[in-house]
């Protein structure tokens, strides 16, 4: 076990790059742990975030591979997008291993690559909503002939008087930044409405559709 005070985003970088093996621990109400394979990120966690099995997957089920990856992004996209924190100390504890069955990982170039792509959508939709943005339902909008999806029904029902993309995204298991986008779809159909009061433009979904499909 050793300690480091530089940034974790190059923290990370240099475990990954000499093929360690063990858990990269952050501190604080806003950290978590990053587990690595012999330079592989095996699986994310945040305090922030929901685990994989939160969800409708269970450990060993079909898919439980892909609900452990979307959570390592989500994790690691709000570990590394967090400010700077050169001042904390991030131990790092060798041959420790996640408690997430058998999963291929990915490398860190994959990683940071796919956290640079949400934080470019995210950055997009902040004059509108933010994973911490309050939204309540718009109780003015009546469209009996509108379709959405069954995500965007559960987020819809668990809204209730209000609530933010991060609260929903815990209730139903998902994802904290495919939950926003969603939320952010909501608002453009004005079936939501963030408490900034501003309306996204309805062309704003065939961006949305182009970077997240």
């Known amino acids: 076990m050793y300690f480091a005070r530089e940034p974790l985003v ?17 501190p604080g109400d806003f950290g978590g742990t990053i587990y690595l394979d012999e330079g592989r990120i095996m699986y994310a966690e945040s305090r922030r975030t929901p685990a994989p099995d939160r969800g409708l997957v269970r450990p060993g089920a079909p898919g439980w591979g892909y609900a452990v990856r ?18 904390l100390r991030q131990p790092f504890r060798e041959a420790e291993r996640p408690d997430v069955g058998e999963v291929s990982g990915m490398s860190y170039g994959d990683l940071l690559t796919e956290v640079e792509r949400r934080q470019g959508i995210l950055s997009q939709l902040a004059d ?23 995500l965007q029904w559960a987020l819809l029902v668990r809204v209730g008087s209000k609530a933010t993309p991060r609260e929903l995204a815990w209730e139903v298991g998902h994802s904290v930044f495919s939950t926003t986008i969603e939320v952010f ?21 065939s961006f949305l559709r182009a970077v997240t499909e």
Do not use: M
């Open 10 to 26: 190059t923290r990370l970088g240099r475990l990954a790059d000499s093929g360690q093996t063990g858990a990269l621990r952050v």
């Open 70 to 87: 979307e959570a390592t992004v989500d994790a690691a996209l709000e570990l590394l997008s967090g400010r700077p924190r050169p001042a």
């Open 128 to 150: 509108h909503v933010t994973a911490d943005t309050v939204v309540t339902r718009n109780a003015l909008f009546d469209a009996p002939r509108l379709q959405v999806s069954e």
């Open 185 to 205: 779809r909501l608002l453009v159909l004005r079936l939501l409405a963030s408490a900034s009061g501003t309306v996204p433009r309805r062309d704003t979904l």
